[in-house]
């Protein structure tokens, strides 16, 4: 049969169409804990940001600080069929039955920022975080050497049963426990919240009075809240009391700087573009580490002046 002209054309136009045509975005669920730090609000928008940057279709959900609402943030993911999931688990544990079902629809899931405990390691396909243990022990051991391994110390912890508050508890108690100097006084948990860290920084000054010299918090917002009951309180926080933190947000070196907090570990929340390269890999067929760490680094007075500003966080 001759093709007229016409037909031709139309033939050529329906070919460029069909090879112009985008594939399906990438649709993918990210399973956060919640709100309650500047740190995790960091966390949430460079997830956002780079899914964005990518075309990426990103189902994200916050968990509210409750595990029952990731659990079911989970189960939504899976039903919608998605591509891959994102988890940033609030406690340890808890985890299995959801991630079975994940692992029987054939979807990975991906681990962020804290680890889980699991009978089965083969329900998720890796863990991206930060070494929550080498940031206590850096932390214990700038301590050691700015006080010259004396000192009684007040800890804030973070939300009871997560990784990152079991693991900086442990590593910062292994780390002074060298220096027999220093000596933790009392221990209670600000839930990660600088509400939480203020109110338990007062509860603990009307229990210890000017006998606390140190305290060591789990993440800036809680130094940062306790920061305001020490000043409420009448007196200089980094000089009446010296103050050790994690995370190293922008607000927590600024303070670094201001000298109201002698020094932060950093805990980068810049997930974003290690994630989603590692979800590539995934959906591809190819291996990747089955544990990787940010780097992360540790301000004081050296050097938090010329660090800040280059903070993305």
Known sequence: MKLTPWFKSFLAFVSLAAATVAPAALKIGFAQTGAESAWRTANSDSMKAEAAKRGIDLKFSDGQGKQENQIRALRSFIAQKVDAVVLAPLVETGWDPV??????????????????????????????????FEEGRMAAEWLAKKTGGTGRIVELQGTPGSAPANERRKAFAEGIASHPGLKIIDSQSGDFRRAGGKEVMEALLKKHGKSIEIVYAHNDDMALGAIQAIE??????????????????????????????????????????????????????????????????????????????????
Do not use: H, M, W
């Open 99 to 132: 991630l079975r079902d994940a692992k029987r629809a054939g979807i990975p899931v991906i681990i962020t920022d804290r680890s889980i405990v699991t009978t089965d390691e083969t329900l998720y396909a890796c863990f991206i975080g930060s070494d929550f």
């Open 232 to 313: 409420e309180a009448g007196l200089k926080p980094g000089t009446d009391i010296v103050i050790v933190s994690i995370d190293a947000v922008r607000e927590g070196v600024q303070a670094v700087v201001a000298g109201k907090i002698n020094c932060t570990v950093e805990c980068n929340p810049l997930f974003g573009p290690k994630v989603y390269d590692t979800v590539a890999k995934l959906l591809a067929g190819q291996k990747v580490e089955r544990k990787s760490f940010n780097k992360d680094e540790l301000f004081d007075a050296t050097n938090a002046g010329a660090a800040l500003p280059t903070r993305q966080y």
